[in-house]
């Protein structure tokens, strides 16, 4: 199993960015799949979720609104497209399936700073 997330970087207040996962090694398009963020000396916070299909997606409070997950099954991707961002939200975006986690990728990492 390999979970590579990419597309993060450094915005203004108020930008946007749009991060992608790509995953493989396993059946991609039976589980639902999730963004979440970590900043250092916090635990890992749930940020979205998207179901198999991609018919049903759910939001933490502090995102919604913001944020919009989605999936190409054909590509075996992952996304997550950021708007409004705020200086709240620089952390480390990982992805991984719901349910029993596979081994965590290296993150991308999203710093909004003016």
């Known amino acids: 199993v390999q979970l590579v997330e990419s597309g993060g970087g450094l915005v203004q207040p108020g930008g946007s960015l749009r991060l992608s996962c790509a995953a493989s090694?396993?059946?991609?398009?039976?589980?639902?799949m999730n963004w979440y963020r970590q900043v250092p000396g916090k635990e890992r916070e749930l940020v979205a979720t998207?179901?198999?299909?991609?018919?049903?997606?759910n939001y933490a409070d502090s995102v919604k609104g913001r944020f919009t997950i989605s999936r190409d099954n054909a590509k075996n991707m992952v996304y997550l497209q950021m708007n409004s961002l705020k200086p709240e939200d620089t952390a480390v975006y990982y992805c991984?399936?719901?349910?029993?986690?596979?081994?965590w990728g290296q993150g991308t990492q999203v710093t909004v700073s003016s």
């Open positions: 090694g396993f059946r991609f398009s039976r589980y639902a």
């Open positions: 998207i179901s198999s299909g991609g018919g049903s997606t």
């Open positions: 991984n399936r719901g349910g029993i986690l596979y081994p």
